[in-house]
């Protein structure tokens, strides 16, 4: 079956087109078009994103994303036409004005080529995200479960226990600030450009990461949350207190502290819950710091291609798929919305 899929949720516009074959042992899934555009230029000069600015930009990129993917995955656009079997779309969590672009397009699509609508939950994509290899990749059946996600991002850091596939207990999750956001800040403080991640983890390989002791907050802390909102008024602190800085190390003593508490975190969840598979997912995936940390904790996490590490559609469409599967015989609802704060469930 093929499904395209829509993703909205923030500063990215994508439209990806999936091809999927059951086999006995499980799904091959290819990507046949998957297509992102950034609006990191748009939102830059304010510093973060701008709901209002995000949700024109998605209006004016949808229809031209939509052809280019039909185009690459050799369908065509007219209504009786279409050869595909689903459209999905992610409805939250996220910015809702950007959210209900997305969602207003798909569900005119899905009516124009009298298809079904499979509403996604983003961060499920984000899970997804780490079984994906390439352009061609097979997930198998069970095997891999209980599997314990780290996701971080610019809007999440949870723990999260997928103890059977769509079955999703949150483990534990930051209390303020996400991890991707405490680089955006610290970036903006250092005055590099927005995005702050990748800025500042470029920064950080000519840093030395002993230079500063900034705080690991909560990494002694019981339970599997975090917080990392005071590790980024300590480097405010910093900054003032010190004329004279070292952006690099700076950047590098940071990085270190935001690695170690979620490392630590994630060995804390793993010895708890003693899971089968562990990952990685989400836009701070990309950093390589990070990364090797936890392969060096655990040599076989399953880490996400780089490509799939921001966020993007073919994750959605191979969330959706599995979403699609359980609820064929049901009637899907056409009544979507765009919840800006939702959450995983059991499922
Ligand atoms: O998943 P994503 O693309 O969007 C959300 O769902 O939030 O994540 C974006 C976040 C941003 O905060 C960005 O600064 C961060 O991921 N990020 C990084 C790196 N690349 C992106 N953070 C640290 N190191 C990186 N290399
Ligand atoms: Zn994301």
Redesign the pocket.
């Known amino acids: 079956m093929k499904i395209l899929a829509i993703e909205t949720?923030?500063?990215?516009t994508a439209i990806a087109v999936l091809e999927i074959k059951k086999t006995r042992a499980g799904e091959e899934f290819s990507i046949l078009s998957d297509q992102v555009a950034s609006q990191i230029k748009i939102h830059a000069p304010f510093g973060g994103v701008v709901p209002n600015l995000a949700k024109l930009e998605h209006i004016k990129n949808l229809p031209i994303l939509l052809k280019r993917a039909l185009k690459e995955a050799r369908l065509p656009l007219g209504s009786r036409a279409s050869k595909l079997d689903a459209v999905a779309v992610t409805y939250g969590p996220?910015l809702e004005p950007a959210l209900w672009t997305g969602i207003e397009f798909a569900k005119k699509l899905a009516r124009l080529w009298r298809v079904a609508l499979i509403p996604v939950n983003?961060l499920e994509g984000?899970i997804y995200s780490a079984l994906m290899q390439k352009s061609k990749f097979k997930i198998q059946n069970g095997g891999i479960y209980p599997m314990l996600t780290l996701i971080?991002?610019?809007?999440?850091t949870e723990l999260v226990l997928t103890k059977k596939r769509l079955q999703y207990k949150i483990l534990g999750e930051t209390l303020d600030d996400?991890?991707?956001?405490a680089?955006?800040k610290v970036?903006r403080m250092l005055k590099l450009q927005?995005?702050?991640?990748?800025?500042?983890?470029?920064l950080a390989k000519f840093g030395n990461s002993r230079a500063i002791n900034f705080p690991r907050p909560m990494i002694h802390s019981k339970d599997l949350n975090f917080s990392f909102s005071g590790l980024k008024t300590s480097v405010l602190y910093y900054l003032r207190e010190h004329k004279k800085f070292s952006k690099r190390n700076i950047a590098s003593s940071f990085?270190e502290a935001?690695v170690d508490v979620l490392v630590r975190k994630t060995v804390k969840a793993a010895e708890q819950y003693k899971p089968h598979t562990i990952a990685l997912?989400?836009?701070?995936?990309?950093?390589?710091?990070?990364r090797e940390e936890l392969v060096r904790k655990f040599p076989n996490i399953l880490l996400p291609d780089k490509r799939f590490?921001?966020?993007n559609a073919a994750m959605i469409a191979t969330a959706a798929y599995y979403r699609f599967t359980r609820s064929k015989n049901t009637k899907r609802s056409k009544n979507i919305k765009a919840t800006g704060n939702l959450r995983l469930s059991k499922g």
């Open positions: 949720s923030c500063d990215e996220g983003h984000h971080v991002s610019g809007g999440h996400a991890a991707g956001e680089f955006d970036a927005y995005p702050g991640g990748p800025e500042i983890s470029k990085e935001v997912g989400g836009g701070v995936a990309a950093n390589d710091q990070l590490t921001g966020d």
